[in-house]
């Protein structure tokens, strides 16, 4: 547990916590091994709001990799159609053409990859080693490196440095233990009418649709517009743009204001802290309460006519339903096409992850989609590998439904 104080305005967060989960994944990212299931196991999470500026956060520790991005999004047809989307918009929108943008947080590259189609100069940081291989591999101008406060922004052969005309952060801000520091060296080096695009997990989607299965311990801290816009004015910057994308997802575009001794921007004391709308964590308990009775009437409805089931998504949301509800013991295993997945086992439940190929040597009757904003695709790749004799149901909102 971490100092029971706000990320991002420092405000004491309180002893009650809005939600308790138990027997949550440790992590989404660091999926055991065959050996590792012995010493591996669930966890509780206590789920907090900030009482001065409403933003929702755990008080745990950040995982220990928060500095990493590994996504398996960049395999999707629906997340590459959507960045080529968002990139034409703010490329073109902002006189971006032939400027130098920078990626916070770029994984082995695949934003960048789709990035570097346009007509800018693309670049990217990453912290983890072997990711920062993989994209060099890709031809992408990528290095070892970590936003954090203080941090001048280059490539160690400096062929590479800022001032950058804009930067690009998807669904990474959420891992951050201090997301207003990490803003802040960023902000320190663009131009002074540097302009950023920022996604992160909405909190208002899990409201709406009661799924408390999004929660999990990478993600530190669920933004809503407002939370998410007062952190980045604290680092220095203005909201031109709010939108909801892929259904489950905040996108922000943001343009630097320059600091001046008036404004002070990116200093924490000139901000007053602000209140935010309290949350209904009951809701989240109670959307737990009927996930969990749905999938038992699946389980028993299946069982009573010798039916097996698998799951599609090794994601956060598919690990939480796991190890959180019976589905975890009775499905067979959970179907991934990110490869560094395969051959591993879901946190806490244990559940093997396996490539959608292994269907053919050990097929099931139904398949249970845990993927929010990929359902339609991976519904039509189930029916288009596997035919029309699967039933396909997927998790929507707090209700089973079938498609």
Known sequence: MRD?????????LGETPLLTLHDMPASAQDIPGREERKTEHGITLKLHQCSQCGLVQFDC??????????????FSTTM????KSQYKHLIETYHLEGKTLIEAGCGQGEFLSVLS???VNACGMEHRESLVALAKEKGLSVWKQFAKEGEMLASPDGKISGPYDGFLSFNYLEHQPDPVGMLRCIWRNLTDDGVGLITVPSLEYILEYDGYYE??????????FDTLRYAVELAGFTVLEEEMVNRDTL?????????????????????QKKEGAIVDGSRLAKSREIIEAELEELIRELKASGKKLSLWGASHQGFTLASTTGI????EYIIDSAPFKQGRYAPASHLPIVA????????????LIVAPGYTEEIAGAIRNKYGWNVAILALKSNHLERI
């Not at 520790?61 to 960049?74: H, L, M, N, T, W």
């Not at 975890?328 to 499905?331: D, Q, R, V, Y």
């Open 4 to 12: 029971r104080t706000c990320i991002v305005c420092g405000s004491p």
């Open 61 to 74: 520790e950040p995982v220990a990799y928060f500095k990493d991005v590994i996504r398996s999004g960049g």
């Open 80 to 83: 590459v159609n959507l960045r």
């Open 117 to 119: 189609e346009f007509p």
């Open 215 to 224: 929660l999990i311990r990478d993600h530190l801290a669920y933004y809503t």
């Open 251 to 271: 996108s922000v575009i943001v343009r630097k204001v320059p600091e001046t001794e008036e404004t002070g921007n990116g200093k924490k004391d000139n901000f």
């Open 328 to 331: 975890g013991a009775f499905a």
């Open 356 to 367: 959608p190929e292994h269907f053919k040597t050990d097929p099931v009757d139904a398949v």
